[in-house]
């Protein structure tokens, strides 16, 4: 059973135009929300997170957006730039002390110059 | 400041042979975890230390063992090794709270 869906294995934008990443998860208590991005032979790095009680966070040419009552997030990156092709990870934390993460399939962003 | 560290960064096993991961984090962080990442799968945990002292079993446990060495290290280990355990890696820390857990670069391995 997927508790964190990203429905879109892969994705190509062109270079300057957003790139919308979607992520859909099931489990209500879910309270923490992240963005991963992984490059080919290296370890996922941290882009961007969200906790429940927001709807929306920036930084810099990333945006997440929350919609709790849908249980879909978004990333928003603009303008993308041919640096931003990864695999990007959408994770969720259930909370408790564990601070264990779920993380959905990954979609593969292309950025076309 | 290193970050996480994995060693080592590829092997190749035939099945039924022995093998340890080991991760080491210079970060002061309280809790570790191992996730292993499949082709069109994500990653998926299969053991974490909350703390110095604890582990537990995550999503995907079968077939491993892990160690809680001290408060840097954590290893996971492969006790006989089956084509199945064929997998990307990934060993991570969190300082604690809801907050970014930091990975290690992944370790390689193939079973044959």
């Known amino acids: 059973d997927q508790q964190v869906k990203q429905n879109s294995p892969s994705l190509s934008v062109q270079e300057g135009r957003i790139s919308i990443l979607n992520c859909d998860y099931t489990?209500?208590?879910?309270?923490?929300f992240l963005w991963y991005k992984k490059y080919p032979a290296e370890g996922p790095t941290f882009l961007i997170s969200?906790?429940?009680?927001?709807d929306k966070n920036e930084d810099g040419r990333f945006t997440v957006f929350l919609n709790k009552s849908a249980k879909h997030l978004s990333l928003h990156i603009v303008p993308s730039q041919p640096g931003d092709s990864a695999v990007y990870f959408c994770?969720?934390?259930?909370?408790?002390?564990?601070?264990?993460?779920?993380f959905g399939k990954g979609t593969l962003l292309t950025v076309n110059p | 400041n290193a970050g996480v560290t994995q060693t080592p960064k590829f092997q190749v096993l035939k099945t039924g042979q022995s093998m340890t991961l080991q991760c080491a984090q210079d970060?002061?962080?309280?809790?570790m975890y191992w996730y292993r990442q499949d082709p069109g799968m994500g990653l998926r945990l299969i053991y974490y230390?909350?703390?110095?002292?604890?582990?537990d079993k995550g999503e995907v446990p079968n077939g491993y063992n892990v160690s809680r060495l001290n408060k840097r290290e954590f290893s996971l280990r492969l006790e006989s090794a089956a084509p199945s355990q064929t997998s990307v890696y990934f060993c991570?820390?969190?300082?604690?709270?809801?907050?970014?857990?930091?990975f290690g670069p992944g370790t390689r391995l193939t079973v044959l």
């Open positions: 969200i906790s429940s009680i927001k």
């Open positions: 991570a820390s969190l300082r604690g709270g809801p907050d970014t857990q930091y």
């Open positions: 489990n209500s208590m879910f309270d923490y």
């Open positions: 994770a969720a934390n259930s909370g408790g002390s564990n601070y264990k993460l779920t």
């Open positions: 230390s909350a703390s110095e002292g604890t582990t």
């Open positions: 970060m002061n962080h309280n809790s």
